[in-house]
């Protein structure tokens, strides 16, 4: 089993960031892809990024690149994803998930792909 703890969500003005963090638990995931999605209201849950865990290979959607920034840190086993000129559309409740092995990049981005998910933190973007 593997915990995922999302936290670091909030309010925030457009135009501002956000750094959300996601705590890793319960098991060596060396192997594992760590993925951060999004989910607005009355939408569908979307991908936002992903980063391989060994390697650090990085993909992202294309309404957050140049925007946003996934990394994760080996010694605290925490995914971050640092959020840059956010705007309104930005909104959502954002999830950290983890999968078991590797995945080209768009096949990466399916939900299904996922084994393992946090509760979710609310990102909040005022106009």
């Known amino acids: 089993q593997v915990q995922l703890v999302e936290s670091g969500g909030g309010l925030v003005q457009a135009g501002g960031s956000l750094r959300l963090s996601c705590a890793v638990s319960?098991?060596?995931?060396?192997?594992?892809?760590m993925g951060w999605f999004r989910q607005a209201p009355g939408k569908e849950r979307e991908f936002v990024a992903v980063?391989?865990?060994?390697?650090?290979?990085?993909y992202y959607a294309d309404s957050v690149k140049g925007r946003f920034i996934i990394s994760r840190d080996s010694a605290k086993y925490t995914v971050s994803l640092q959020m840059n000129s956010l705007k309104p559309e930005d909104t959502a409740v954002y999830y950290c998930?983890?999968?078991?092995?590797?995945?080209?990049?768009?096949?990466?981005?399916?939900?299904?792909?996922?084994?393992?998910w946090g509760q979710g933190t609310q990102v909040t973007v005022s106009s």
């Open positions: 998930a983890a999968g078991l092995g590797f995945r080209p990049p768009l096949v990466a981005t399916t939900q299904k792909e996922y084994d393992y």
């Open positions: 319960g098991r060596t995931i060396s192997n594992y892809r």
């Open positions: 980063i391989r865990w060994s390697g650090g290979t990085t």
